[in-house]
């Protein structure tokens, strides 16, 4: 599939917790972030078209409060190329408080970076800049 993102993804440094806000089971942990969603990774496949309301944990240096909930949707889902214990699955975020995405972008720029070309075509679906 060809890589038709919009924005710029970058690899996440820093080992941050997305769980479901209601139940708080711990859903996977982001691998790779955007400004329109990111890319979590998982010990169970997720299903794809599924609308999620995480509940994220937050630190001081991001932010105030101690987390945020949003919501977002599963676009693909695959095996780890490398780890076959792991899924990874991409994201595109729907729902957010403005406050909370100026939060998100302060996680991304204060703990993403930027990723190495690795030449190949890619594998997510586009992703629009719309913040609901």
Known sequence: ???????????????????????????????DISTGGFKLDSVSPIPI?????FH?????DVAEKPFMVFSAQSKWS????????VYNTGFHLIK?????????????QKYGKTQQKTG???SLSHRSNQWL
């Open 96 to 108: 957010i408080h403005p406050t909370d995405r100026d939060i998100f972008i302060r996680v991304l």
């Open 1 to 31: 599939m060809v890589n038709k993102r919009i924005e710029r993804r970058k690899d996440f440094s820093y080992y941050m917790q997305l769980s479901d806000a209601t139940t708080r089971e711990l859903i996977g942990h982001l691998a």
């Open 78 to 85: 695959q095996a780890d190329p490398i780890d076959p214990f």
């Open 56 to 60: 994220l944990e937050l630190t001081a």
């Open 49 to 53: 078209e599924k609308e999620f309301r």
């Open 120 to 122: 190949g075509t890619g």
